[in-house]
């Protein structure tokens, strides 16, 4: 049974609870044995393309709801996931949606950016930012919204707020009952929340590697510090050890080409069919396989990547030459 508080959400997802599939061939490339290597199908989340933030969407629109919000903001790159499916998410509930991206308007809209011209928020382009040029830039399109009598609900880049980071309380709370004890849990880091509240519901900081992927210049301060609000929200203990956070393979930046990333991506489709995208999760299973190549995974138990989609991303044009030229 989940906590009271992780009830309090508006459903969404397509399927609860999402698999986690054995990836046996992928493993073996690695010298695990069988039953060591799993995936968490969170890009089977279904809404708006999937992904993970359908999980976090849950609980935010949830909140937005109740607090009589008309309008749903966020913000992030040009190819976020997150803009997409909260754009989804409000054609879903009838609400107002305008997204953030930090980015020039491209001539020919690709990947994620066609999906939002597909779903139709209101688009604010705001031109080359970091992270917290980002949030700024956020906060500009809420005063703007309210000022013209609109009730913005403003939310972080990538919905990382800790009620956010309670779709992955639950997800960590899901896969004790999947698996029962995992040895660790891997996941791509771009704004935080997602390791957060993997972390709060595994309760260890030891359970989860999250993979910097170039977004976010504070994960080492951030994640630990929303995982404890995240577990005390969700009436959970505080979690316990010390942050884990792969700094190396985000190569010269967000959504940067990398080799590492480009050979994780062929392996995962050509073992086990699974496709992964150039910016979050190709990352995310290059540090796993790195891992896995130095001797560095747990001697024992379930290690579990979590899928959290972003596969219009490797539709976007500056990835297709990167991905053709490939040489096995």
């Excluded at 994620?112 to 040029?133: H, S, T």
């Excluded at 997800?171 to 390791?195: I, P, R, W, Y």
């Excluded at 747990?298 to 297709?320: C, E, I, M, Q, W």
Aim: charged letters at 20%.
């Amino acid at each position: 049974m989940l906590p009271n508080a992780l009830d309090a959400r508006t459903p969404l997802a397509s399927i609860r609870p999402t698999p986690v599939e054995p990836i046996d061939r992928l493993g073996a490339v690695l010298g695990l044995e069988p039953g060591r290597l799993w995936v968490k199908r969170d890009d089977l989340n279904g809404l708006g393309g999937g992904g993970n933030k359908v999980r976090k969407l849950e609980y935010l629109v949830h909140d937005a709801l109740a607090q009589g919000c008309d309008t749903l903001v966020t913000g992030g790159g040009r190819q976020s996931n997150h803009c997409r499916i909260t754009a989804a998410a409000a054609n879903r509930l009838g609400l107002a949606c305008t997204i953030v991206l930090t980015s020039p308007r491209p001539t020919t809209p690709t990947g994620n950016v066609l999906l939002d011209e597909v779903l139709r928020p209101d688009i604010v382009w705001a031109g080359e930012r970091d992270y917290y040029g980002a949030e700024a830039a956020i906060d500009e399109a809420c005063e703007r919204l309210t000022a013209e009598g609109r009730r913005p609900y403003r939310m972080p880049v990538g919905g990382a707020s800790t009620v956010g980071a309670l779709g992955y309380v639950a997800c960590g709370l899901e896969l004790v009952d999947q698996l029962g004890d995992v040895a660790l849990v891997v996941t791509a880091n771009g704004s935080g929340g997602t390791h957060a509240g993997l972390v709060a519901g595994l309760g260890s900081h030891a359970l989860v590697l999250g993979v910097d992927v170039g977004t976010r210049p504070d994960l080492d301060d951030r994640v630990p510090e929303k995982a404890v609000e995240a577990a005390a929200l969700a009436g959970l203990a505080a979690p316990t050890g010390t942050v884990q956070v792969d700094h190396d393979h985000f190569g010269p930046g967000y959504g940067a080409a990398t080799e590492a990333c480009r050979e994780a991506i062929h392996l995962a489709a050509t073992t086990e069919g699974l496709l992964l995208d150039p910016v979050y999760t190709g990352k995310a299973m290059a540090a796993l396989i790195g891992r896995a190549r130095r001797g560095l995974l747990p001697d024992a138990g379930p290690v579990v990547f979590v899928h959290t989609g972003g596969l219009p991303a490797l539709f976007a044009h500056s990835y297709a030459s990167w991905i053709r030229d490939h040489k096995p």
